[in-house]
Nanobody, 120 residues
Framework: VQLQASGGGLVQAGGSLRLSCAAS?????MGWLRQAPGKEREFVAS????????SYSVSVKGRFTISRDNAKNTVYLQMSSLKPEDTAVYYC?????????????????WGQGTQVTVSS
């Protein structure tokens, strides 16, 4: 499975961005994780194979929305009310399981990452 993330960029605090992750084939559960400079990679959001279940980190819940279009093998992360602390490289990931996953070690396949920078 190959994953291609896109949609990152520079945005002012309070703004919005939508990230996309296109998979080379049908995938099961997928997620977004991020890594800021000098910090460990952290979970952001996950979605089950059919979109029926989602999970979010406390820091983004209510501001970010994960969704998927299985006809396009694509997962999205709509980010709103962005804060400077959301600045990081965002990675999409996939796993061979139906359920959501909230830790890096649960994911098998990774995209290359897309930079999100939020200015204050």
């Amino acid at each position: 499975v190959q994953l291609q993330a896109s949609g990152g960029g520079l945005v002012q605090a309070g703004g919005s961005l939508r990230l996309s992750c296109a998979a080379s084939t049908r995938t099961y559960s997928m997620g977004w994780l991020r890594q800021a400079p000098g910090k460990e990679r952290e979970f952001v959001a996950s979605i089950s194979w059919n979109g029926g279940s989602t999970s979010y980190s406390v820091s983004v819940k209510g501001r970010f929305t994960i969704s998927r279009d299985n006809a396009k093998n694509t997962v999205y992360l709509q980010m709103s009310s962005l804060k400077p602390e959301d600045t990081a490289v965002y990675y999409c990931a996939a796993r061979d399981s139906f359920a959501v996953a909230t830790t890096s070690s649960q994911y098998t396949y990774w995209g290359q990452g897309t930079q999100v920078t939020v200015s204050s």
